[in-house]
């Protein structure tokens, strides 16, 4: 494998049941964006490095998630502080895709003490469904910033800024505050879901960014 100046990974070869070498020249492989992978490839992958003469697993173990049982979880998000009294403690908060938003809701109303929402999909008094609300509305005029970038400058200084464009140019934590200003918890969590992979605070971030890692 060799790594270009960005740090992603590229697969030179390997071998196959046959032993075989086979190039993979063209395939990019950045393990530091990897949230899927075979569990089993993985321990394999990590044991050798890890293993010691008390515990030959290295002390880490893999479950499975993405099943029934958890509610089709895609991600686990592990925030120091949010849903703890103490800022070096933290609960991993499980985005799930059952439910949807309305799954969403719940969840950060049951953990994190955001408001509850409504029936029939309302959002109610929840924080975080105003705040997806906003961030879906802003998203849907994405196209249009975009379109800016390939047509004339005269022709695109008769259409009118796109919100997103607006977003884009301001930083998330100004959003964040507006929106989550009595619970840190719930506005942790959000700003986490817009920066994941991102070693940015929301005052560094642009809102741009988060609307899309959001929606």
């Not at 993985?42 to 958890?70: C, H, K, M």
């Not at 403690?89 to 929402?117: C, H, K, S, Y």
């Amino acid at each position: 494998q060799t790594s270009d100046s960005s740090g992603c990974l590229t697969l030179e070869y390997c071998k196959d049941s046959s032993n075989t070498e086979k190039q993979f020249r063209t395939v990019p492989f950045d393990i530091d964006s990897c949230s899927i992978s075979r569990i089993r490839r993985q321990q394999e992958f990590l044991v050798p490095a890890l293993s010691n003469t008390t515990d030959y697993q290295g002390g880490i173990r893999f479950a499975q998630i993405g099943t029934e049982a958890d509610g089709y979880a895609f991600e686990i998000l592990s925030i120091p502080g949010m849903g703890t009294a103490k800022l070096d403690d933290e609960i991993p908060f499980v985005l799930r895709a059952n439910g949807g938003l309305a799954g969403l809701m719940d969840d950060t109303a049951r953990f994190l003490g955001d408001g509850w929402p409504g029936h029939d999909g309302d959002v109610g008094s929840s924080l975080s469904g105003s705040y997806v609300g906003a961030c879906l509305s802003m998203n849907a005029t994405a196209s249009e910033y975009f379109l800016t970038k390939v047509i004339p400058d005269n022709a695109s200084s008769l259409r009118s800024r796109s919100t997103y464009q607006e977003a884009s140019i301001r930083y998330a934590s100004s959003f964040l505050d507006q929106c989550f200003p009595l619970n840190a918890h719930v506005r942790s969590l959000f700003a986490g879901m817009g920066m994941k992979g991102e070693n940015l605070k929301p005052s560094q971030t642009s809102m741009g960014a988060a609307i899309t890692n959001v929606c």
